[in-house]
């Protein structure tokens, strides 16, 4: 099966600019994260999506960072405007559920750096 | 504040040898505990798990360790070969919950042949 696709894998960008990522998670996977990892801490949730409604978002930047899945498939994670601690490795998961033992299969990532 | 624990950032064993990775965690509601490795410039890949309904999972090379009353699990591997150096994520979740996991910040095993 393909795993979870994410793009694009690196981004430099200067402070104050946006940057968007995408995200296609395993086929028929109802669970979408994006997890945030930067350099030396492991990944801390930014949003969690159920089909295509928001699950957790609570330790989202809401004033700079937005999210969506509007056709509960892929995702798209947005940063208006960039700070320099934003830069990081962004990491997009998949699950088929929520309950239960529930594994993550996660993507490559997309490394950001802000100057 | 911290609720899962990785307290070794580093770890380096010889080939063939074992190599033991500790983790603890705070919140006594967690009880399903998994591993990840990640190599560099890749996602982090599932390894093994353990419910905390039993104390012990063995997956070939690879047995995780529980201890609930100490809070602590642990990540056994043997023998221990060069492709094993890489990153080391144990995370925990409840399983009641919405599923997310929380992670610790990783401990790197380097293999030396």
């Known amino acids: 099966e393909a795993g979870v696709a994410q793009s694009p894998r690196y981004k430099i960008i200067e402070k104050r600019q946006s940057v968007a990522f995408w995200c296609n998670p395993i086929?028929?996977?109802?669970?979408l994260y994006w997890y945030q990892q930067i350099l030396g801490q492991g990944p801390k949730l930014l949003i969690q999506?159920?089909?295509?409604?928001?699950?957790?978002d609570s330790q989202l930047p809401k004033d700079r960072f937005s999210a969506e899945r509007l056709k509960g498939v892929d995702s798209t994670l947005k940063i208006q405007p960039a700070k320099l601690e934003d830069s990081a490795v962004y990491l997009c998961?998949?699950?088929?559920?929520?309950?239960?033992?529930?594994?993550?299969?996660f993507g490559a990532g997309s490394r950001l750096t802000v100057l | 504040d911290q609720q899962v624990k990785q307290n070794s950032p580093s770890l380096s064993v010889q080939e063939g040898r074992i190599s033991i990775l500790n983790c603890d965690y705070t919140?006594?509601?967690?009880?399903?505990f998994l591993w990840y490795k990640k190599y560099p410039a890749e996602g982090p890949t599932f390894l093994i798990s353990?419910?905390?309904?039993?104390d012990k999972n063995e997956d070939g090379r690879f047995t995780v360790f529980l201890n609930k009353s100490a809070k602590h699990l642990s990540l056994h591997i043997v023998p221990s070969q060069p492709g094993d150096s890489a990153v080391y994520f144990c995370?925990?979740?409840?399983?009641?919950?919405?599923?997310?996991?929380?992670f610790g910040k990783g401990t790197k095993l380097s293999v030396k042949p």
């Open positions: 998961a998949s699950s088929l559920g929520m309950l239960g033992a529930n594994v993550l299969t």
């Open positions: 086929s028929g996977h109802a669970t």
């Open positions: 999506f159920q089909n295509n409604g928001v699950v957790d």
């Open positions: 919140n006594s509601m967690f009880d399903y």
């Open positions: 353990i419910s905390s309904i039993k």
């Open positions: 995370a925990a979740s409840v399983t009641g919950s919405q599923g997310n996991l929380i």
